[in-house]
Antibody
């Protein structure tokens, strides 16, 4: 059974940093692309970025909205996905989800999501 | 960025058909997917590639369309289907979501 579980959320002051983690199990972690997606309260999800699988060199892509402030990485020995967030702003307040980004034929989609972790940026 | 436009809400009666539309600002071919999000939960994949049912999803759910116009259908609607439904495109990076359609009971 595929399981994703985020942690590390909380209250942080504007300008601060936070690192989120996502523990993955139930699948061969290195075979899959992984993404972070956030959802502000009452709004739609927003894709933040993706880290590719072993076959594609674990390279990353980011949404321009967070590029330069957020960094996605992975620990493939412990099956953990990370999101390092710097220079946080009030508008970064959201539930942060990790999701497996998978492909069938030429369709790419988010087939499993974790329950999310809440990040609140406020003084 | 590709903008996806959905109607904000739809009211339906139990046992009836619910049809939700999603229009893309440019062609996404068939790279459109649909998610269900119940209150307090994470989104769940229902349809991928515009019309393909995700594993374990009941056949009451279906999708159609290509290019810029897509439709998601629930027939018949059951009480457990009350949720917000999002379309999402993966044709172009950054991958974007629609604003969601909240399904309500009449």
């Amino acid at each position: 059974e595929v399981k994703l579980l985020e942690s590390g959320g909380g209250l942080v002051q504007p300008g601060g940093s936070l690192r989120l983690s996502c523990a993955a199990s139930g699948f061969t972690f290195t075979d899959f692309y992984m993404s972070w997606i956030r959802q502000p309260p009452g709004k739609a999800p927003e894709w933040l970025g993706v880290i590719r699988n072993k076959a594609n060199g674990y390279t990353t892509e980011y949404n321009p909205s967070v590029k330069g402030r957020f960094t996605i990485s992975r620990d493939n020995t412990q099956n953990i996905l990370y999101l390092q967030m710097n220079t946080l702003r009030a508008e970064d307040t959201a539930i942060y989800y990790c999701a497996r980004f998978t492909t069938v034929v030429f369709y790419w989609y988010f087939d499993f999501w974790g329950p999310g972790t809440m990040v609140t940026v406020s003084s | 960025d590709i903008v996806l436009t959905q109607s904000p809400a739809l009211a339906v009666s139990l046992g009836q058909r619910a049809t939700i539309s999603c229009r893309a600002s440019e062609s996404v071919r068939s790279s459109m997917h649909w998610y269900q999000q119940k209150s307090g939960q994470q989104p769940k994949l229902l349809i991928y590639g515009a019309s393909n049912l995700a594993s374990g999803v009941p056949a009451r759910f279906s999708g159609s369309g290509s290019g810029t116009d897509f439709t998601f259908t629930i027939d018949p609607v059951e009480a457990d289907d009350i949720a917000t439904y999002y379309c999402q495109q993966s044709r172009n990076d950054p991958y974007t979501f629609g604003a969601g359609t909240k399904l309500e009971l009449k």
